[in-house]
Nanobody, 116 residues
Framework: EVQLVESGGGLVQAGGSLRLSCAASGFTFDDYAIGWFRQAPGKEREGVSCISSSDGSTYYADSVKGRFTISSDNAKNTVYLQMNSLNPEDTAVYYC?????????WGQGTQVTVSS
């Protein structure tokens, strides 16, 4: 059974940082790109970043380029999202999902709230 478990969300002031973790199980970690998505209240879910654990290639949405960094630890089957210079527009529930281009499996989400 595929499982994705997010952690690391919380409340942070504008300009602060958080690191999200996504622990994956139930599939071969290298076989699929894993991504982070977010959904703010009243808005559609949007893609934030993706990583291919097999070759390390990454994708970032324009809104987070230069502030967020995605990485993976293949030994731990875990994907991370380091979020720096957070602003209130980053407030959302953050989900990890796979495969990145057409997610069929989702985690339960973790809330990130950025206060101004």
């Amino acid at each position: 059974e595929v499982q994705l478990v997010e952690s690391g969300g919380g409340l942070v002031q504008a300009g602060g940082s958080l690191r999200l973790s996504c622990a994956a199980s139930g599939f071969t970690f290298d076989d699929y790109a894993i991504g982070w998505f977010r959904q703010a209240p009243g808005k559609e879910r949007e893609g934030v970043s993706c990583i291919s654990s097999s070759d390390g290639s990454t994708y970032y949405a324009d809104s987070v380029k230069g502030r967020f960094t995605i990485s993976s630890d293949n030994a731990k089957n875990t994907v991370y999202l380091q979020m720096n210079s957070l602003n209130p527009e980053d407030t959302a529930v953050y989900y990890c999902a796979t495969p990145c281009l057409a997610p069929g499996y989702w985690g339960q989400g973790t809330q990130v709230t950025v206060s101004s």
